[in-house]
């Protein structure tokens, strides 16, 4: 345990030129990532939508006959006994989350390396983690969305 706590608290040199072509490489297998996932985003997207038309042309038209029944059983004489609305169709969505991309992060930091004047950098552990390790915060949900999307093309 203490081991790892002192890990984290290290400080390493690293190449600069090495780190520069290492964020270039994650950089790019991100947005190919990135692109494979809208692909599978947009296509799951579709097939959603199309289905929620479906469901909802069905509870309209159940709404439909059901309104008309009300209406036609309407009692003027007692007209608590109707509601003020008529539904046709309840609230019907679609939801999925979208993927992002976040190769702005990479291009900052790449940014960085290349002005950097000296031929070797210091990275922090996590600095380490993120850019050469390719293990950024938004990794883990970046990963399970793309993979998800990813999953729709097979």
């Known amino acids: 345990m203490q081991a790892q706590a002192d890990q984290q608290k290290r400080v390493i040199e690293v190449n600069r030129t090495k780190l520069v072509y290492t964020l270039l490489a994650n950089k790019e297998k991100h947005i190919k990532e990135y692109k494979e996932a809208i ?10 939508l199309q289905k929620g038309y ?4 069905v509870k309209l038209e159940k ?8 209406l036609e059983e309407f009692n ?3 007209p608590d006994e109707t509601g003020d609305y008529l539904t046709l169709v309840d609230g019907v ?4 989350k979208v993927p992002r991309n976040y190769s702005k992060a990479y291009d900052a930091a790449i940014d960085m390396a290349k002005w950097d004047v000296r031929d070797t950098l210091e990275l922090s552990h996590a600095e380490f983690t993120c850019f050469v390790r390719d293990e950024w915060d938004w990794s883990r949900d970046f990963f399970a969305i793309s993979s998800m ?5 097979l």
Request: aromatic share 6%; no cysteine; proline share 3%.
């Open 39 to 48: 692909e599978g985003y947009k296509t799951l997207a579709i097939e959603k």
């Open 54 to 57: 479906e469901d909802a042309k």
């Open 63 to 70: 709404n439909l006959v059901k309104g008309r029944a009300s």
């Open 76 to 78: 003027p004489d007692n």
């Open 93 to 96: 969505q679609v939801a999925l």
């Open 149 to 153: 999307y990813k999953a729709k093309q």
